[in-house]
């Protein structure tokens, strides 16, 4: 399965922006489906996730109430909502697929990746 995320771009500091990421197959049905996100000179840190069926979202603390995960599975797609940005949510945001074994915030988990899509909040 390949992923292939938009949506990103310069937005000023409390924007909103929606990121979406296609997948090519129906396999997407069966997978979690997850954002990273990884600032300028820090790590890639997990983001939110949601389950096969979109009945369950997952979000780290630092974006909970401002973004929303969403998917459409006759589309093989999933979007992130993102509210109220801040300048510290500048990172390139990566989808990622197939969790497998292990926690939804753990990169490990998940056996495919996205490109990543660049999001700049200016102040």
């Known amino acids: 399965v390949q992923l292939q995320a938009s949506g990103g771009g310069l937005v000023q500091a409390g924007g909103s922006l929606k990121l979406s990421c296609a997948a090519s197959?129906?396999?997407?049905?069966?997978?979690?489906m997850a954002w990273f996100r990884q600032p300028p000179g820090k790590e890639r840190e997990f983001v939110g996730s949601?389950?096969?069926?979109?009945?369950?979202?997952y979000y780290a603390d630092s974006v909970k109430g401002r973004f929303t995960i969403s998917r459409d599975n006759r589309k093989y797609t999933v979007y992130l909502q993102m509210e109220s940005l801040k300048p510290e949510d500048t990172a390139v945001y990566y989808c990622?697929?197939?969790?497998?074994?292990?926690?939804?915030?753990?990169?490990?988990?998940?056996?495919?990746w996205g490109q990543g899509t660049q999001v700049t909040v200016s102040s």
């Open positions: 949601i389950t096969q069926s979109g009945d369950r979202t």
């Open positions: 197959g129906h396999a997407f049905r069966s997978y979690t």
């Open positions: 990622a697929g197939q969790l497998v074994g292990v926690k939804p915030n753990e990169p490990r988990g998940y056996g495919y």
